[in-house]
């Protein structure tokens, strides 16, 4: 019998003694339903603009997207001192993640959780597992004979490091007020869709007093069908983790506007093969009117919040290097915000845009966009948004659609 083959016996034995097959008792009590946006059993209001404020007390819980290339990686820590890693992203990676990993001192990781056995996800969790103390590794529970997910099974079973399938319903507690729900897979598992390893991600729900965030993996419409099906209650966040690097196969327009979030996070190389994140998904994010940050723009992004309000630092590029928007406190309404603090929007630049990223736009199709392309050949880029008007096929209506969505920038610039 092969190593692989070993490894893969032994993935089931783990499984059934994790409970595959069947919903596992959750850590702590099970969740009652969410309100959008709130924390459970809160009369919080619903979340006011967006707007600049640094104080978000002395020992915030902490999100960070680390930048590890076309991957995911995220790095959470409770007011409690508790720590989760939910993914390790891509073996082009591995300085970026243990690099970041030592620099912060990180040599306990309380809970990992792979979201699936894809290598962007999970390349180098079999080298967390090996250098660091890890106290829980959740799965989804698909095996998968790809490398990487062998060397991890195999330096599980040689630390004895406990590991459980994550189904819907359980619960776990990050102390302080802070908790994970699982939201998804649930049995059965999503079967005969374009990638069944995507589909049953691991989808996790954070929240801590008002705030809260939705960490999707690689799901795709399968899974955002099942979860609007099932809990669409559960679904309201402030954060969204976009799911599969802002593919076209997830976000879709009734998902993103059941979340309603504040602030999304893509995660994704600068030049990749796949072209992420899809226009079209940025499209929507654009047009839901939601911050987004991606890491290939921005670096790492961490966001610190006191359970009230976020502070968003970016270690590169882009926006501010530190905004904040100010969410929903028990005793506060909303906050009107100037209009020049408002979180930027990704924007698509027309003098520089693909014919496939223009018709990803509302109103532009296939002719109207070989059209701007013509028109910015002949006559050099364009000098604004609104000499788009100048373009056959893009009227008034049209151009009202487009100017939340687009910019114009010099040639190298």
């Known amino acids: 019998m092969s190593r692989r083959t070993a490894a893969l016996a032994g993935l089931t034995a783990l499984l059934l003694l994790a409970g595959c097959g ?3 008792p959750p850590v702590g009590k099970p969740a009652p339903p969410l309100p959008p946006g709130g924390a459970p059993g809160t009369d919080a209001p619903a979340p006011g603009p967006a707007v600049f404020n640094d104080d978000v007390g002395e020992n915030p819980l ?28 891509p073996s082009t990676g591995k300085d970026a993640l243990l690099g970041w990993l030592d620099a912060h001192q990180v040599t306990r990781i ?22 660091r103390d890890i106290g829980l590794v959740l799965d989804s529970g698909m095996a998968h004979t790809a490398r990487d997910y062998v060397k991890l099974l195999d330096a ?63 799901a795709e419409k399968e899974t955002e069908n099942r979860l609007l099906a099932h809990a669409p209650n559960e679904l309201g966040a402030t954060i969204l983790k976009i799911a599969h690097h802002g593919s076209r196969h997830a976000t879709q327009d009734a998902f993103l506007k059941a979340v309603s979030p504040r602030v999304a996070l893509i995660s994704c190389a600068e030049r990749n093969r796949y072209r992420h994140p ?27 919040t006191d359970g009230k309000g976020l502070r968003i630092q970016t270690t590169q ?16 309404g909303e906050v009107e915000a100037p209009e020049e603090e408002a979180l930027p929007v990704t924007l698509l630049d027309v003098n520089s845009a693909t014919a496939e990223e223009l018709i990803a736009l509302p109103g532009i199709g296939k002719v109207t966009a070989g059209r701007i392309i013509e028109y910015r050949t002949q ?7 609104e000499d788009l008007r100048k373009v056959g096929g893009i009227g008034a209506k049209t151009m009202e659609r487009l100017r939340p969505l687009v910019t114009v920038r010099s040639p190298g610039g």
């Open 22 to 24: 069947a919903t596992p």
């Open 62 to 89: 902490k999100i960070t997207m680390i930048d590890i290339g076309q991957g995911d990686a995220i790095f959470i820590e409770a007011p409690s001192g508790k720590r989760v890693l939910i993914d390790t992203g």
């Open 110 to 131: 309380d809970l990992m959780i792979n979201s699936h056995a894809h290598a962007d996800h999970i390349a180098n969790s079999w080298r967390v597992v090996q250098s």
């Open 156 to 218: 599980v079973e040689r630390k004895g490091v406990p590991f459980k399938v994550a189904r819907r319903g359980r619960v776990i507690d990050l102390g302080d007020g802070a908790r994970l729900t699982v939201l998804a897979p649930e049995d059965p598992l999503v079967k005969g869709s374009r990638s069944d390893l995507n589909a049953n991600s691991v989808v996790v729900r954070l929240d801590y007093g008002a705030i809260s965030a939705l960490f999707t993996g690689d």
């Open 278 to 304: 899809a226009p079209e998904t940025l499209a929507r994010l654009a047009q839901a009117g939601v911050p987004t940050y991606e890491t290939r723009r921005h670096g790492n992004i961490t966001i610190s």
């Open 317 to 332: 590029g882009g926006p501010p290097a530190t905004a904040v928007v100010a969410v929903a406190a028990a005793d506060a």
């Open 379 to 385: 006559n050099g880029p364009f000098q604004s948004v």
